[in-house]
């Protein structure tokens, strides 16, 4: 499980770097995949804290990637 919790960070900082190099829709993609593994470890060590706050993340970078898809559109039919 320790292994699980590092293969999670090394995804959240790839999203970072993926952000700083201008590659923000891949950096929310590898970030909801590194917190949906960190809440699945969270629940097995039973973190409830920092689950809860993976939690949160996950949906503001669906809400992201929503908004990020509804500019990609409105630009297309203009």
């Not at 590092?6 to 201008?22: V, Y």
């Not at 917190?35 to 996950?58: A, F, M």
Request: glycine content about 8%.
């Amino acid at each position: 499980m320790e292994l699980f919790g590092w293969i999670c960070t090394i995804m959240i900082i790839i999203g970072f770097i993926l952000n700083s190099i201008g590659n923000l829709k891949y950096a929310i993609y590898v970030w909801i995949i590194g917190d949906i593994g960190w809440i699945l470890y969270d629940l097995s060590i039973r973190n409830y804290s920092h689950l809860t706050l993976s939690i949160i993340i996950v949906i503001i970078n669906v809400y992201g990637l929503y908004k990020i898809n509804k500019n990609e559109d409105k630009s297309k039919k203009d």
